[in-house]
């Protein structure tokens, strides 16, 4: 499995982005999916798992602000981040897990992972 990450880049506080994660696979639809981020000097943070039916479970810092979702036809798993603080600024991974059922938070959890991308999110 592999996975690219897109669509980091430099916003100002409030503003919105969508990154997305595009995987290989012939059995995407069965992959549990996950959002991660880590900021310099920190370790690598949970914020949001997508299950294989498309439900979320996002991280109490971004629940009211992050949404996640995927596409099966375009193996395809998206994070929408509106009302960006400072505070999200970190290097965003996306995870994949083919085995096991339901979402996890955990980074063990994932066998595979993406490149990251940057979000950087000035005051």
């Known amino acids: 499995v592999q996975l690219q990450a897109s669509g980091g880049g430099l916003v100002q506080a409030g503003d919105s982005l969508r990154l997305a994660c595009a995987a290989s696979?012939?059995?995407?639809?069965?992959?549990?999916m996950g959002w991660f981020r880590q900021a310099p000097g920190k370790e690598r943070e949970f914020v949001i798992g997508?299950?294989?039916?498309?439900?979320?479970y996002p991280a109490d810092s971004v629940k009211d602000r992050f949404t996640g979702s995927r596409d099966n036809i375009k193996n395809t798993v998206y994070l929408q981040m509106t009302g960006l603080k400072p505070e999200d600024t970190a290097i965003y991974y996306c995870?994949?897990?083919?085995?096991?059922?339901?979402?996890?938070?955990?980074?063990?959890?994932?066998?595979?992972w993406g490149q990251g991308t940057q979000v950087t999110v000035s005051s």
């Open positions: 997508i299950g294989r039916s498309g439900s979320t």
């Open positions: 995870a994949a897990s083919t085995t096991g059922w339901g979402i996890k938070t955990s980074a063990s959890d994932y066998a595979y």
């Open positions: 696979g012939r059995t995407f639809e069965n992959y549990r």
